[in-house]
């Protein structure tokens, strides 16, 4: 067998948000539609400013660059503010990379690197009709 | 007082995708990656044929356009295949509506309108840091 046979659990664990300037963002997610700040922080080797909301059964990531250089200013530059990606929670990121290495989809991350987190990886948006996938194993501290 | 107090209890519904194919798109999400088809339907009345897959805690929407008129095709045409809309379910979506419009958010949709699950109602995306909110809040058949 050249596939795995066994399946994913996916879980929706966020939607990331690229926007221009964090606090505008956050007076709109929390101030105005009332959603509730978990997190916030800066993550200078991601070149983003981080904040995360609560979405009931999931979250909501927002993400501003701090680094023109950064990946998330340049999506800022080309597309303007909006949603970047949706992130699942995978119980094992290595079998799940695995398998959809198997099936032909194409990865930006071949191996999981740390994230904000635990371990992370992304999938080519060609490979998923337009849509940035992550792919998240939590990693307790 | 002018603004209500009462918070909106946000829950992610779904995440819309927009694909240029469904039986395409399909293949990719469950075929490829293993999620579930939950329903596929044809609407008529939004110019999309659709279906829903299973992301644990949530679902994805796919959307492919029937009707060149259409948002979906426009949006399509102008942006390519990608997130669309993430969608919230709420409890009482006159209450959520009146609250988001004494905050001073631009709304799509000022009253209700029936959608494929219930009554729905969009937010103006430049009023969310380029995010299409759409708001739903179920009805049983």
Redesign the interface.
């Known amino acids: 067998m050249s596939t795995p046979t066994s ?6 664990d966020h ?1 990331g ?4 300037n964090l606090d ?2 956050l007076k ?2 929390v ?5 509730r700040l978990l997190e916030r922080q800066v993550a200078p080797d991601h070149g983003v400013e981080i904040a995360f909301v ?5 979250t ?1 990531e ?1 993400l501003a660059p701090t680094d023109p250089a950064s990946g998330t200013a340049r999506f800022l530059e080309n ?5 970047h990606h ?1 992130c ?2 995978v119980e094992d990121i290595e079998a799940a990379l695995a ?2 290495r198997a ?3 194409r990865l930006i991350d071949e191996t999981p690197r740390m994230g904000i987190h635990g371990l992370v990886a992304f999938v080519h ?1 060609k ?5 940035m996938i992550e792919l998240l194993q939590r990693v307790t501290h």
Chains 1, 2 share one sequence.
């Open positions: 399946s994913i659990l996916y879980h929706i939607v948000i690229v926007v221009r505008d963002a709109t997610y101030e105005l539609m009332g959603m609560d979405a009931g059964n999931s909501l927002l597309r303007g503010e909006g949603t949706v699942f929670v398998h959809l099936q032909g989809l948006p490979a998923t009709h337009g849509v």
